[in-house]
């Protein structure tokens, strides 16, 4: 199944943040807008201890949680540096504005 | 015409000694220097950071070619000289030169023992010794694995270290059961090694190599006199070196194990004189830079012609571990016999272990681990020959628990003639003078000037004491630490480009200061964040993405994705209708715990990010506002009840608690900032561990700064004794203020007055009188302007989206909320 969700539109996340996606299939998805504006969608806990990293510091095309500064590469959900780990990946896509997300996981881990 | 002087081994000892002769006597001879090595000269102790990733070729140079052409000196690098002709004067090099000399000086250093195991010459065999070595291993890393360093003592451990940063598995060989055993006893061996075993460092003691193994002329292995064996790709062998004194032996000069030389550093021919690790004098070799550089300078004093070149007449020499995170000193005699007594000190669950070797009331030896900070008071008293009968009860504790005052950390107590840095033989007094005499600002320029800190650096602190104490309010400190991976410049450097050229966005300062990425990093984004706000305030925009998530919301995340609501109850008194609010609020929106903190107020825990909006607006119609308990902001005002209620009150410490708390609330800080009041010295609010803390005395009030309660306690230090309630609050507020503009983003009071000292901002709170108004001023503006958080994040709406979800998917999907 892939179909894809009007989730809202890219102006609705403030630009270096995030929201979340609630939904009840997948539990919490954050949605991140970085500053050169792309969008990424990651499954809402940290591989660690389960921080919710919409909460974290959007830089660059990464995410660095907030509760113990594990930092994920938007694109693939995988944790950078000495850190091992990933956290699940949803496909977005873009159309005037408007995010769509689908719900297939790329990733789980 | 000038004489001709030859220097052969372009090294530490031998440049030094140019070094300090051309100072003296830049006119006397035409110098010809020859290098085997195909660089300039450069500090062979840094090979080890360098190995270890923590420093770059570059920065270890000493001396530019540039430098030799500056200074008229032939330099010809890459080639050995092969023959010395004494007859004829001349010495000759591998590319055939000759030329002719009046002074001959050697100094050759050492050659790493390479001791010849079948396979010792296979490929990946290297000793650690110079650049070639450190390039070698360096790329080794890149495509193997596992390595072998056979031999245990400091240079093996700091090439195991390098590899290990570098990636690498490392495993260290050594005859011995005790690793340094120059150097260390078994015992302080042992808590050495279970330190480096938990930086991952394996070890083989007591193990007898029998022979390296390879494959098609590559490593492959290690095998053992008792039939085991490891595979590796990489052998390390850094089991000792040998002087190197083949051609100096050639050529007749008087050798046994070094080339002999006598007090002047002169040789069996008088016209040449040896300096260095191939030198032996008076039946001593040495392998550490301190006493080479000190045979240097009476060597200098005899070419430049001096009537009294003083005498070497040999050094007590002391040794440091180079390996990031171990402090590790030793110095002397460390086993002693019959006739000596051992102080000893351990506390293993600190990892501190800390001996001494006495004989006749004299240090002979010294062993540090996990604290060395009083390892060059030590060496003094070892090198004074000081008779210690009336400290020996104390000498362990360090040189604080002397006098009380003095810390061998604390420079402005030194007297002039002690020596900061051992390397180079700087005396404080060199420092001071230099400083005057030449203006200087940095550290960096003190370490061109006085060579001070150059070498092996570990006394860099100390100078950069010295530099503050002497510049006092002049220094600018400069902290070498780069703020981030995204620059080079450091959080003092990035703070004074903000100020200087007026950088009021993020953007611009990525961009003005060439950051490697537009939008820096989390650490760089939250200090510039405060930098800007702290320099421009009526400029910055504040972007709430460049906080942490806790300043963004105004409440601390937990472990669970909650949040904890503490609200301001100011000096700590409360009351039934304060009380009776929360106690609502915590049943209306089901908070599963509330708590009093140890900051004297109420935390709800475990509050739903959602209903945070709803929280802060049931408790501000009970007029509570934030209590910045997730802020670097002033958190609490702790008192006592003092003179309302208590026997031995003095003062009002509630009501001076409940007007600073007033004055000072909701003002960002470098760091959390915290304030206590006591109402009589048994100081109940414990305001000696505080930022700022107060005192009420008979006669008024004590205020005291720089405390702190947390990871390393630290006692305030007395700023000054007021009289009266304004007097405090504008003592308040001026050194807030100071605190905000000049501390680092991060540093609490604490570090940062350790860094600047007490008497500097005496100078400025204290002593200056305007600029204490002005400060307190700026303060009170900056303060004026702020409006409580939460009360703001109600009325404006703003971030809003923080506390509600962008969309809700339901199984039919349809939007929810
Ligand atoms: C709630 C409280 C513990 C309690 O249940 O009593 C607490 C809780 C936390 N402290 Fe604390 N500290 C609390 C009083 C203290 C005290 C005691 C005091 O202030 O008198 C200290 C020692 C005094 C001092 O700061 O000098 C203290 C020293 C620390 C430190 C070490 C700071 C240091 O400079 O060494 C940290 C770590 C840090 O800030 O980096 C810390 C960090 C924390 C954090 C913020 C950890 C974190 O980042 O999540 C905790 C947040 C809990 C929360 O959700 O609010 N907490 N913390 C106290 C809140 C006081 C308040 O009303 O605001
Ligand atoms: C990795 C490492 C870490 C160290 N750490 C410390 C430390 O923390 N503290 C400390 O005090 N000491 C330390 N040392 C020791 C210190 O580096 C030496 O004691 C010091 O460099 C010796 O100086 P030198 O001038 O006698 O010899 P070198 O610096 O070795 O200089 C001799 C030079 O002469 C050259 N040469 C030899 N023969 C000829 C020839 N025939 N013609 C031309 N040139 C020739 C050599 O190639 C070499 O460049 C360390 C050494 C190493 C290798
Ligand atoms: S001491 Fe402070 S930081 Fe540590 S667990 Fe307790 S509240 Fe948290
Ligand atoms: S939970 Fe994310 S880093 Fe620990």
């Known amino acids: 199944m892939n179909s894809w969700i009007n989730i809202g539109r890219i102006e609705d996340i403030p630009r270096q943040g995030s929201r979340v996606v609630k939904t009840e299939s997948s539990g919490d998805i954050a949605i991140f807008r970085t500053v050169s504006d792309s969008i990424y969608a990651l499954n809402n806990k940290c591989p660690h201890k389960g921080g919710p990293i919409s909460e974290g510091i959007v830089h660059g095309e990464q995410i660095t949680c907030p509760l113990h500064n594990w930092t994920f590469d938007l694109a693939t959900g995988e944790a950078t540096g000495a850190d091992k780990g990933a956290t699940g990946h949803y496909p977005i896509k873009i159309e005037d504005g408007e995010i769509y997300l689908s719900l297939s996981v790329d990733y789980v881990q | 015409m000038k004489e001709k002087l030859i220097l052969i081994g372009n090294g530490m000892a031998g440049m030094k000694t140019i070094e300090e002769l051309i100072a003296k006597a830049p006119d006397r001879y035409d110098i010809t220097v020859f290098g085997a090595e195909p660089h300039g000269n450069y500090n062979r102790i840094m090979l ?55 002074k001959l000086m050697l100094a050759t250093g050492s050659d790493p023992v390479i001791i010849p195991f079948p396979g010792h010459d296979l490929d990946g065999v290297v000793a650690f010794r110079d650049i070639k070595d450190v390039e070698m291993m360096v790329a080794a890393a890149k495509s193997s694995k596992k390595a072998v360093v056979i031999g245990g003592g400091l240079l093996g451990l700091e090439a195991a270290n390098g590899l290990l940063k570098r990636g690498m598995e490392v495993t260290v060989v050594h005859l011995m059961d005790i690793l340094m055993e120059r150097q260390l006893d078994a015992v302080s061996a042992a808590m050495l090694k279970s330190e480096l075993e938990e930086q991952g460092m394996k070890f083989l003691l007591g193990a007898s190599t029998k022979s390296i193994l390879g494959e098609n002329g590559k490593v492959t292995g290690v095998s053992f006199k008792d039939g085991s064996s490891i595979d590796v790709d990489l052998v390390v062998m850094a089991v000792g070196v040998r002087p190197s004194i083949a051609l100096a032996k050639d050529a007749g ?44 300078r009476v060597l200098a004093n005899y070419l430049a012609g001096d009537k009294e070149p003083g005498a070497y007449t040999g050094s007590t020499v002391s040794t440091r571990l180079k390996v990031t995170g171990i402090d590790l000193f030793s110095s002397g005699d460390i086993n002693g016999d019959d006739n000596t007594d051992e102080i000893i000190f351990r506390d293993p669950s600190r990892s501190v272990y800390k001996k001494l070797i006495i004989r006749n009331n004299q240090i002979q030896g010294a062993v540090l681990l996990g604290d060395a900070a009083d390892g060059l008071w030590y060496l003094d008293l070892m090198k004074q020959k ?38 180079n033989g700087v005396k404080k007094q ?56 995204c620059t080079k410049l450091s959080s003092d450097d990035v703070r004074d480009e903000i100020k200087q050229n007026k950088l009021t966005t993020h953007a611009a300062t990525y961009k003005s200061l060439n950051f490697s990425s537009s939008d820096g990093c989390p650490t760089c984004r939250q200090a510039i964040n405060y930098y800007i706000h702290a320099l421009w305030p009526a400029e910055h925009k504040e972007n709430p993405q460049s906080r942490f998530i806790n ?25 039934p209708d304060q009380l009776r609010a929360i106690a609502d609020i915590v049943d ?119 405390g702190n309660g947390g990871i390393k306690v630290r006692e305030t230090d007395l700023l000054v004794k007021v009289e009266t309630t304004a007097q405090v609050e504008e003592y308040a507020a001026a050194f807030m203020q100071f605190y905000r503009k000049e501390a680092r983003y991060l540093e609490r009071t604490a570090p940062f007055i350790e860094r600047v000292g007490i008497d500097y901002v005496k100078s400025r709170i204290v002593e200056d009188e305007l600029g204490r108004k002005k400060l307190a001023d700026e303060f009170k503006k900056a303060h004026k302007n702020s409006v409580d958080p939460w009360k703001e994040q109600i009325a404006n709406g703003e971030g809003g989206h923080e506390f509600t979800p962008l969309y809700t998917v339901t199984q039919n999907k349809e939007k929810v909320a």
């Open chain 2, 253 to 296: 000069l008087d050798c046994e194990r070094g080339i002999i030389v006598d007090d002047l550093m002169v040789t069996s021919d008088p016209d040449i004189v040896a300096v260095g690790e191939c030198v032996e004098h008076r039946g001593d070799l040495y392998g550490l830079v301190a006493p080479l550089y000190e045979q240097g």
């Open chain 2, 430 to 485: 060199t420092i001071v003078d230099t400083i005057l005499a030449k203006g200087l600002k940095t550290v960096e320029e003190v370490k061109a000037f006085t060579k001070a800190a150059s070498s092996c650096g570990s006394c860099v602190n100390l100078v950069e004491g010295v530099l503050a104490d002497t510049l006092g309010g002049e220094y600018v400190a400069i902290s070498l630490k780069p703020l981030c991976g």
């Open chain 2, 48 to 102: 080890s950071p360098v190995l270890a990733g923590e420093k770059e070729l570059h920065e270890i140079m000493i001396n530019t070619t540039q430098w030799y052409q500056d200074n008229n000196i032939q330099l010809s690098i890459g080639n050995p000289v092969e023959k010395i002709d004494r007859a004829k004067k001349q010495v000759v090099a591998k590319d055939g030169t000759t030329v002719s000399y009046d």
């Open chain 2, 386 to 423: 000081t008779d210690i009968s009336d400290i020996r009860d104390t000498l362990l504790f360090g040189q604080s628990a002397i006098g009380g005052e003095a810390s061998s950390s604390n420079t402005a107590d030194m007297p002039m003639d002690k020596e900061i840095c051992g390397c």
């Open chain 2, 588 to 706: 209306k929106y089901s908070i599963p715990e509330v708590k009093f903190t140890g900051g004297q107020r109420l935390t709800m825990l475990g509050v739903k990010k959602e209903d945070l909006p709803k929280v802060w607006a049931d408790l501000g119609t009970h007029d509570m506002v934030s209590g910045h308990a997730y802020g670097k902001a002033m958190r609490t005002v702790k008192t006592c009840v003092g003179d309302k209620w208590c026997r031995f009150g003095t003062q009002s410490s509630e009501a001076m608690g409940v007007t600073l708390e007033e004055l000072t609330w909701n003002v960002w800080t470098p760091h959390k900032y915290k304030l206590a009041v006591s109402g009589c010295p048994r100081n109940c609010a414990e305001a000696t561990i505080k930022d700022f803390g107060v005192v009420g005395v008979d006669s008024g009030w004590e205020l005291h700064v720089g």
């Open chain 2, 551 to 575: 300043e963004r919301v105004h409440a601390n995340i937990q472990k669970d994705g909650t949040y904890s609501v503490i609200p301001r109850i100011f000096g700590g008194v409360t009351s």
